[in-house]
């Protein structure tokens, strides 16, 4: 009986175990993904700031503000 009782004690710590392995798990995938989906965001501000000012200098250009050289 003591063999099955340290038996069923050990199953039971190695349930625990894959529980806390898996939920650790999950917690590190969402905040990679936390991450990546931030850098995302910086680059694509960083795209859209690059676009608006390139727009302004072809107006400027175009509508004669900043002269052509």
Request: cysteine-free; aromatic content about 14%; overall charge positive.
């Amino acid at each position: 009986m003591p063999d099955s009782d340290q038996e069923s004690r050990h199953r039971i710590r190695r349930d625990e175990d894959k529980a806390l392995f898996k939920e650790a798990m999950k917690e590190a995938g969402k905040e990679w993904l936390t991450e990546q989906f931030a850098a995302f965001g910086k680059w694509t501000a960083i795209g859209l700031l690059s676009a608006a000012f390139y727009l302004a200098v072809k107006f400027f250009v175009i509508s004669g503000v900043w002269p052509r050289g």
